[in-house]
């Protein structure tokens, strides 16, 4: 027997937030009002699932909870002449840590020239038999010891200072990114999945979208109402 295909409608808010009244997680529901010419049009709301205890909290629906998650990431967003700046910062930093991880690396090869040099005069002292077989392998085994750990020091800052910096980068690009994500008109389901590399945890309550920023991104926030209640006073003084 063939059964018709119910199609099903994708809530991409769901496994993102808690209540903020009673904790439990927010579900959807979709609704389907069909009018008399037959057309119809579908309505989406998030809502408590209320499994833990009674809870008070009403439904949203889902234009208004998608303009709330835009207007979250958009309060932190790193503004243009902002980023401009840092990304000056940024670089100016590279180029000083490269040129002090260059000064470090000089010394360390010279370390390491010097443990070869000493290393042959081991070597020629052994074969002049100026030294006995168990001193000359104790002493190499020291200097090759040595020898290991500068090349570790090596290895470790030929990439160190790519590697300090990168995740301050990756910040800035996606702190950039979030202004450009708030404006565009992606869908709900790129939304979501961005909004995750934003906060850590997301509450509704009272129909309104309360969001724990990561770090960084708090700071931003911070940053940006400083600088608004700046300009402000600035215009009333």
């Known amino acids: 027997r063939n059964r018709r295909k119910i199609r099903r409608y994708n809530f991409a808010f769901i496994g993102l937030m808690k209540c903020g009244e009673c904790g439990a997680s927010i579900t959807a529901d979709q609704h389907i009002k069909k009018y008399k010419n037959g057309n119809s049009q579908t309505f989406v709301y998030y809502r408590c699932t209320k499994k833990l205890k009674p809870c008070n909290q009403r439904y949203i629906p889902e234009q208004e909870m998608e303009r709330q998650f835009r207007n979250a990431i958009s309060e932190v967003s790193l503004p243009q002449k902002w980023a401009e700046d840092w990304y000056k910062w940024l670089e100016r930093d590279e180029i000083l840590e490269r040129s002090n991880a260059e000064r470090n690396l000089s010394r360390l090869n010279l370390d390491l020239s010097e443990l070869d040099r000493k290393l042959n005069i081991l070597l020629d002292s052994y074969l002049d038999q100026v030294i006995d077989t168990e001193i000359y392998r104790n002493k190499k085994n020291e200097i090759f010891e040595k020898k290991l ?71 931003i926030s911070l940053a940006r109402q400083a600088h608004a209640l700046f300009l402000d006073s600035a215009l009333d003084s």
Do not use: W, Y
């Open 149 to 219: 750990q500068l090349k570790e020091e090596i290895a470790k800052m030929e990439s160190g200072v790519s590697s300090r910096l990168e995740p301050m980068k990756e910040f800035m690009d996606r702190a950039l990114q979030c202004g450009k994500i708030a404006r565009a008109k992606k869908t709900n389901e790129e939304l979501a999945s961005f909004v995750k590399t934003v906060g850590s945890d997301f509450f509704l309550s009272h129909r309104q979208l309360g969001v724990s920023f990561g770090q960084g991104f708090f700071a």
